[in-house]
C-alpha cells in the first residue's frame, strides 16, 4: 500500500513539473508561437501620427505597441463602400512617459501584461507555493498525529514482570476501576488521574507500564520527555494537547511519560526562551490533568528519577493521586532475574543463581542483565563456551570501574 502511494506521488510531482516547464516555455516562446500578421511600422511615423491626432487606441503588449487608426471615409474607389480602421505595430520604446504622451493627444490607453511579467508572476506564484509547502510539511512534522503512537496490544503482562509483588496487587484495582467506572462511581470512587513512579534508571518503570496496560488489556501511548520538545515556540505545549486528545478519543487507555522530570520541572521566570517554554508545557499538562473527567478511563503513568525535581503544583493530589517508589530487585526477585538472563547461557555448576543474586545486592535489573551479557563476552574471548566465577567477578570490576 505504501510503494503505491510513493508511486503516486512521483508520478504527481512529474506532472506539477511538466506542467509548469510547459507554461514557462509558452511565455518564452509566446511570439513565435503566435505570430501575428500585423503590419510593421517606423517608430517616428507613429510618433507623427499620435501628434497629428490619427491614432483612436494603443495596447501597449510587452515590446511592441498596436495601434489603431481612426476610422476614415474610404474613396468611392472601394467597392464595398465601407469605413475601415486600420491597424499596424511599431517597437515599444519603454519610456516612463510614453502613457502620459498618447493620453494627452486624446489617445485611448490599453495595456497588457508583458512576458517577462507573466513569467515573473509564474516563478513568484511557483516560490510561495514551494514555500508554503515546506512550512505545512515542518508543522505537520513537529505536532503530527503520528507523533504519539497507539499501541493496542503490548505484549506484556505482569507475568514479565519479576518482583514488585505489592505494586502489581495496587494497580489491580486501579484497573478494575478503569474497566468498570461506572460501579465505582456509585460507590463514591474515582479512577486516579495519575501515578507517578519512581526509581533508579533500569529497574523497569517502562516494562511495568507496558505490562500494566497488555494485564489490563487497554490501550497503551508511550511517550517521552523529548517527544514534547520542539525548535520552534508553543510547539511543545499542542504536543501535550495532542497527546491528551489522543488519549481520550482511545479510553480506556494508559498514557505512559517517561523521563517525566525532562518536562515537569519546577517553573521559575527567569524570562529565557527555554524556561519560558518550559512553564508553558508545564502549564498544559495542569490543564489537561485538570480537564479529565472521572469517568473517561485515562490513565497517566509518569516515571521519573528525581521526583525532587517535579514542580509541586503538576504532583498534588488531584492530578497525580499516588506516588510509587520502583526499588532495586529484592533477593528473590534478583534470583528470578538470573534464571531470566541466564536462559541461554552455560554457566559453572558451581555457579547458581542464588550465589549470583547475593553478588547483585544493589544491582538494578538492567546492570545484572549488562553483567551477565559482558561475563558471556569475558567467556568467549578466553575461548571458553562456559561462563565461571572469574567471569562475573571481571564484568563486575568492569562496571565498577566505569562508574
Known amino acids: 500500500m505504501r510503494k503505491m502511494y510513493n508511486k503516486k506521488k512521483k508520478i504527481f510531482i512529474v506532472l506539477v513539473a511538466l506542467a509548469v516547464i510547459c507554461v514557462c ?42 495601434c489603431v487608426k481612426k476610422v476614415t471615409e474610404l474613396g468611392t474607389n472601394d467597392l464595398l463602400g465601407e469605413e475601415k480602421a486600420l491597424e499596424y505595430k511599431t517597437q515599444n520604446p519603454d519610456s516612463p512617459l510614453l502613457k502620459e504622451f498618447l493620453l494627452q493627444n486624446g489617445v485611448s490607453v490599453k495595456e497588457k501584461k508583458g512576458t517577462d511579467e507573466i513569467i515573473s508572476i509564474v516563478l513568484d506564484v511557483i516560490f510561495y507555493g514551494f514555500f508554503i509547502l515546506v512550512i505545512v510539511f515542518a508543522f505537520r512534522k513537529f ?30 484495582q ?17 479512577m486516579p488521574k495519575g501515578i507517578i513512579m519512581e526509581g533508579e534508571p533500569g529497574n523497569g518503570k517502562t516494562l511495568f507500564a507496558k505490562a500494566l496496560a497488555g494485564e489490563a488489556n487497554v490501550n497503551f501511548i508511550p511517550a517521552k520527555a523529548t517527544d514534547f520538545e520542539s525548535m520552534f515556540m508553543a510547539i511543545g505545549p499542542l504536543k501535550v494537547k495532542l497527546l491528551f486528545k489522543k ?27 527555554i524556561e519560558t517554554e518550559n512553564t508553558r508545557i508545564v ?9 479529565f473527567e472521572n469517568t473517561r478511563g485515562v490513565l497517566v ?12 503544583a503538576l504532583i498534588r493530589p488531584g492530578r497525580f493521586d499516588a506516588r510509587v517508589k520502583v526499588p532495586f530487585p529484592d533477593e528473590k ?20 543463581p542464588e550465589l549470583l543474586a547475593r553478588k547483585f545486592n544493589g544491582y538494578s535489573c538492567a546492570k545484572i542483565e549488562s553483567v551477565l551479557n559482558r561475563a558471556g563476552l ?3 574471548q578466553n575461548e571458553r563456551s562456559v561462563i565461571d566465577l572469574s567471569d562475573i567477578e571481571n564484568a563486575i570490576r568492569e562496571f565498577s570501574n566505569a562508574r
Open 25 to 66: 516555455g509558452y511565455f518564452l516562446f509566446e511570439e513565435d508561437l503566435l505570430k501575428d500578421s500585423v503590419p510593421v511600422k517606423e517608430y517616428s511615423l507613429f510618433y507623427n501620427e499620435v501628434q497629428s491626432g490619427e491614432l483612436e487606441s494603443v495596447t501597449i503588449d510587452g515590446k511592441w505597441l498596436y
Open 143 to 172: 505536532i503530527s498525529p503520528n507523533t504519539f503512537k497507539v499501541v493496542h496490544n503490548t505484549g506484556k503482562t505482569f507475568k514479565d514482570v519479576v518482583g514488585m509483588e505489592q505494586l502489581k496487587k495496587d494497580m489491580i
Open 174 to 190: 486501579v484497573m478494575d476501576v478503569m474497566q468498570h467506572p461506572d460501579e465505582w462511581a456509585k460507590k463514591g470512587v474515582r
Open 247 to 273: 488519549a481520550r478519543r482511545r479510553a480506556p487507555c494508559i498514557v505512559f511519560i517517561d523521563e517525566f522530570d525532562g518536562i515537569g520541572t519546577r517553573r521559575n521566570y527567569t524570562g529565557s526562551a
Open 283 to 291: 502549564t498544559a499538562l495542569l490543564n489537561e490533568l485538570d480537564g
Open 301 to 312: 503513568l509518569a516515571a521519573t528519577n528525581s521526583i525532587s525535581a517535579l514542580d509541586e
Open 333 to 352: 526477585s534478583r534470583v528470578e532475574l538470573v534464571k531470566m538472563y541466564l536462559n541461554c547461557k552455560l554457566t559453572n555448576d558451581s555457579l547458581t
Open 378 to 380: 569475558i567467556a568467549g
